[in-house]
T-cell receptor, first 115, second 116 residues
Framework: GAVVSQHPSRVICKSGTSVKIECRSL??????MFWYRQFPKQSLMLMAT?????????EQGVEKDKFLINHASLTLSTLTVTSAHPEDSSFYIC???????????FGPGTRLLVL | AQKVTQAQTEISVVEKEDVTLDCVYE???????LFWYKQPPSGELVFLIR??????QNEISGRYSWNFQKSTSSFNFTITASQVVDSAVYFC?????????????FGAGTTVTVRA
């Protein structure tokens, strides 16, 4: 149980394009989903928290217009990196937790490379 | 201020050796949760354990064991008889009860390399 999938696992795009990453909870209803960014050899940095049906809450320093988050259903959240630039290249990981659950379960991550 | 400190950046051991990963946390809450996650080279974070602040009982799961000591604000993790497959980055994390969304504060991680 508690499986989270992420798609795509890897994406290469040209500078200026937008990229959408999907995060799905496969066997539970995720009332809250989280989006993280991880640079090589560093820890995870929380970007935003999204609750189903509500606007996402962004951490300080994260551009809302740059990283659009939608949590339209209890099993799906999407992160769209708009007008991507090389500095947006990173490993993006989502996690999800169900109602009354303290544990976050993580997806396999998406490696984004912007050329 | 850093809430979770993993002072060991890298640990290298030979197979079958035991390895202990240190984790020290900081919180003013009386209710909180502590976690350990494993991140193998593939990148996915694997949940290992959750401990709540009211349960100081140590736990053993196979070759893994955890020592939770509130008096020293530590939640250390030991891998007994390490294997090559244990090579990964291990993260300790804290979730505080005031955070309704159970946000996690991660430590910097400890990279464990087990040599055959």
């Amino acid at each position: 149980g508690a499986v989270v999938s992420q798609h795509p696992s890897r994406v290469i795009c040209k500078s200026g394009t937008s990229v959408k990453i999907e995060c799905r909870s496969l066997d539970f209803q995720a009332t809250t989903m989280f989006w993280y960014r991880q640079f090589p050899k560093q820890s995870l940095m929380l970007m935003a928290t999204s609750n189903e049906g509500s606007k996402a809450t962004y951490e300080q320093g994260v551009e809302k217009d740059k990283f659009l988050i939608n949590h339209a259903s209890l099993t799906l959240s999407t992160l769209t990196v708009t007008s991507a630039h090389p500095e947006d290249s990173s490993f993006y990981i989502c996690s999800a937790r169900g109602p009354y659950q303290e544990t976050q379960y993580f997806g396999p991550g998406t490696r984004l490379l912007v050329l | 201020a850093q809430k979770v400190t993993q002072a060991q950046t890298e640990i290298s051991v030979v197979e079958k050796e035991d390895v202990t990963l240190d984790c020290v946390y900081e919180t003013r809450d009386t209710t909180y949760y502590l976690f350990w996650y494993k991140q193998p080279p593939s990148g996915e974070l694997v949940f290992l354990i959750r401990r709540n602040s009211f349960d100081e009982q140590n736990e053993i799961s196979g070759r893994y064991s955890w020592n939770f000591q509130k008096s020293t604000s530590s939640f250390n993790f030991t891998i007994t008889a390490s294997q090559v497959v244990d090579s990964a980055v291990y993260f300790c994390a804290l979730s505080e009860a005031w955070s309704n969304d159970y946000k996690l504060s991660f430590g910097a991680g400890t990279t464990v390399t087990v040599r055959a």
